[in-house]
């Protein structure tokens, strides 16, 4: 079975700085997709980045950008000058097949915290 | 926003109720999923909706169970509550059942079994 593990519970940067969040995951597909999604206080999960197995060149949106290492079945993500705005909960996922479904497996989740 | 709601935001419950938590997808969307998110833990998954059936579930006992409707809105729900399943229940509507459709999430029904 897939799974999906964040080691890192908390972590915290100053505002404006850049700070790595870890995943990793272990499956035995060739051919997956991942994600990071954000949870801030109002609890709605937003995605933020995907990542297409396939292909080798890492994902970017905006300041947000992954470091995929399909070998060492490696998903991080950087975040480049941190805002308040950043603070959340940030889950790893990795989608699985399931019965036809398509479901969404989680890591435990990594707490950010900015300080200004 | 994403376009997904979900109603109630909040409900208390006692041992051995039932409830009720409603999702209305995304336009265009006809493919939802339901996960349960305990405090401090990353969301599970309960099942999937693709054009009014049921096409996967999780490890989730029979006393869950979900609806979706021609509108594609859907229902989660659960019988005989127990002190556990006091968690936030999400959905998560989709355009589609294939590899690349990504889903986005509603803000979620928080839900507190006494």
């Known amino acids: 079975a897939q799974t999906v593990t964040q080691s890192q519970p908390e972590m915290s940067v100053q505002e404006a700085e850049t700070v790595t969040l870890s995943c990793t995951y272990d499956?035995?597909?060739?051919?997956?997709?991942l994600f990071w999604y954000k949870q801030p206080p109002s609890r709605q999960m937003i995605l933020v980045i995907r990542?297409?197995?396939?292909?080798?060149q890492n994902a970017t949106e905006n300041r947000f950008s992954v470091n995929f290492q399909k070998a060492a079945k490696s998903f991080s993500l950087k975040i480049s000058d941190s805002q308040l705005g950043d603070a959340a909960m940030y889950f790893c996922?990795?989608?699985?097949?399931?019965?036809?479904?398509?479901?969404?497996?989680f890591g435990q989740g990594t707490r950010l915290t900015i300080n200004p | 926003e994403t376009g997904v709601t979900q109603s109630p935001t909040h409900l208390i419950k006692t041992r051995g109720q039932q409830v009720t938590l409603r999702c209305s997808s995304q336009?265009?969307?006809?493919?939802v999923s339901w996960y349960q998110q305990a405090l401090g833990q990353g969301p599970q998954f309960i099942f999937q909706?693709?054009?009014?059936?049921?096409?996967g579930r999780g490890n989730f006992p029979p006393r869950f169970s979900g609806l979706q409707f021609p509108n594609y809105s859907s229902e989660l729900n659960v019988n005989a509550l127990e002190l556990d399943d006091s968690a936030l229940y999400l959905c998560?509507?989709?355009?589609?059942?294939?590899?690349?459709?990504?889903?986005?999430f509603g803000p979620g029904t928080r839900l507190l079994v006494l």
């Open positions: 499956t035995s597909e060739s051919d997956y997709y």
């Open positions: 998560a509507s989709s355009q589609g059942q294939g590899a690349r459709e990504t889903q986005y």
């Open positions: 909706y693709y054009r009014e059936e049921e096409n």
């Open positions: 336009s265009g969307h006809n493919t």
């Open positions: 990542q297409e197995a396939y292909k080798q």
């Open positions: 996922a990795y989608r699985q097949t399931l019965q036809g479904a398509q479901k969404l497996v």
